[in-house]
């Protein structure tokens, strides 16, 4: 039977497969769902191991301890145990091999973080001992007069 | 002999049998019924809990984050930051409250001014007395179990795992920002380097190896913590079902899965 109705109908069907093909090629081979179904979790499944593998740069206070055990047992006495080392030495990523060393914050604005003092009436801040820094010895580091890591034991 | 009486009730008592299924024969535990009713048997849900009374402003959560999760560091997008609220009344003690709100930087230094950034150059000094309430809120992504973001991405490169957390697929990502537009808490950014969407994944490469995120690892006070709500034993699960907790624009209906502590009406 020839009819005219078969032309287009062909050329749809031909349209479908080639865009069947494209999706085939074009779309990893791992798509697909988790838990969540596919209202939230259609998704490369091979993306959740890709951020599983992302780099871990801070490794903890306690990674510290062995190697600068007196660093360590000093400033566990103190009030700034609270602080871990990696917020004033920055991220150790491998250190001692990548870094050898880790820089030592020493400028003003990073101990004012804290210590500038902001007495606000239902936060934390007003409870830290703080002061103005344009009234307390401007323009010298505060660790030369403090120790970071025993601070209330007397100035240096 | 079958009598019509026998035969009816016969009948009455062998269709109840019938129509009872064998589900009514088991014994459901919580965790199954959980199971059923949500479809949900993930053994970990991660929550994310901020105590907001802890927290000072030092920023140093913000300043790990950003090194951690490499978003660099002089570019002013954030995958967490921290809100100064300012609640003062004026000199004649009116009623009439003012809210000011200020989060220099996303707060990557911290607040080391008592003066607040108002934005387009302009800058307030409250006067102590002045001041009612004034607190820290910090802010990431809330992990919501309705996530808008990922109901709008029209490719499938965001995406909500078994735990909870959202991901975003950067191979896959298109860069059309629906989704930095979907979503009410606006925690999501376009990436300065890698040019697709980005956000606060609770440190997904950390928490799966057992660690803390880093901005928990940096908060010196404890205003931040991370659990999972699924373990009824976790710290963080306790304070969520026994505290009064609150969560940031719950009427948008997204459930979302950071809790706060001490949370104000003007917290926004």
Same mark, same amino acid.
């Given at each position: 039977m020839k009819s005219h109705v078969w032309r287009p109908l062909y050329l749809a069907a031909g349209l479908l497969a080639l865009f069947l093909i494209a999706r085939y090629?074009?779309?990893? =081979?791992? *798509?697909?769902?988790?838990?969540? #179904?596919?209202? +939230?979790?259609?998704?490369?499944?091979?993306?959740?191991?890709?951020? =599983?593998? *992302?780099?871990?740069?801070?490794? #903890?206070?306690? +990674?510290?301890?062995?190697?600068?055990?007196?660093?360590?047992?000093?400033?566990?006495?103190?009030?700034?145990a609270i602080i871990s080392c990696e917020n004033c030495h920055g991220p150790a990523i491998d250190h001692p091999e990548n870094p050898a060393k880790l820089a030592k914050e020493t400028n003003r604005e990073h101990c004012l973080r804290c210590h500038f003092r902001l007495p606000y009436p239902t936060s934390g801040r007003s409870a830290i001992r703080g002061i103005y820094p344009g009234e307390h010895n401007p323009g010298a580091p505060c660790s030369a007069c403090h120790n970071p890591h025993k601070p209330q034991e007397g100035l240096r | 002999m079958i009598t019509r009486r026998k035969l009816i009730t016969n009948t009455l008592k062998g269709m109840a049998a019938l129509s009872l299924p064998a589900a009514a024969f088991e014994i459901l535990t919580p965790e199954r019924l959980?199971?059923?009713?949500?479809?949900?048997?993930?053994?970990?849900?991660?929550?994310?809990?901020v105590d907001t009374n802890k927290c000072v402003g030092c920023g140093l959560c913000v300043k790990a984050c950003k090194n951690e999760n490499e978003i660099p560091y002089e570019a002013n997008v954030t995958r967490t930051w921290v809100e100064r609220y300012i609640i003062t009344r004026d000199e004649r003690h009116e009623v009439l409250e003012k809210v000011f709100a200020d989060s220099?930087?996303?707060?990557?230094?911290?607040?080391?001014?008592?003066?607040?950034?108002?934005?387009?150059?302009?800058t307030y000094t409250p006067r102590k007395e002045d001041i009612d309430k004034a607190f820290f809120v910090p802010k990431l992504c809330n992990?919501?179990?309705?996530?808008?973001?990922?109901?709008?991405?029209?490719?499938?490169?965001?995406?909500?795992?078994?735990?909870?957390?959202?991901?975003i697929d950067r191979k896959w990502c298109i860069g059309c920002g629906y989704c930095v537009m979907g979503c009410p808490y606006g925690v999501r950014f376009f990436h300065p380097q890698h040019h697709v969407a980005d956000k606060c994944n609770f440190c997904y490469h950390r928490i799966k190896k057992g660690m803390k995120t880093a901005c928990v690892e940096a908060c010196p006070f404890g205003a931040r913590l991370i659990g999972n709500y699924k373990d009824p034993d976790d710290a963080v699960t306790r304070i969520i079902n026994t505290k009064r907790v609150g969560v940031l624009k719950e009427e948008f209906g997204t459930r979302p899965q950071v809790f706060y502590l001490g949370l104000s009406m003007e917290v926004r």
């Open positions: 090629i074009y779309v990893p =081979k791992d *798509f697909g769902t988790g838990e969540r #179904g596919y209202r +939230y979790s259609f998704h490369r499944l091979g993306n959740e191991d890709e951020w =599983k593998a *992302f780099k871990v740069k801070y490794k #903890g206070t306690e +990674y510290c301890k062995d190697c600068h055990s007196d660093k360590y047992q000093q400033i566990m006495r103190s009030r700034h | 959980n199971a059923i009713i949500y479809n949900d048997t993930a053994k970990v849900r991660y929550v994310f809990l220099p930087k996303g707060a990557r230094d911290g607040f080391i001014t008592g003066t607040i950034d108002l934005g387009h150059g302009n992990q919501c179990d309705n996530p808008a973001c990922v109901q709008v991405c029209p490719v499938g490169a965001t995406y909500q795992a078994d735990d909870g957390v959202v991901l």
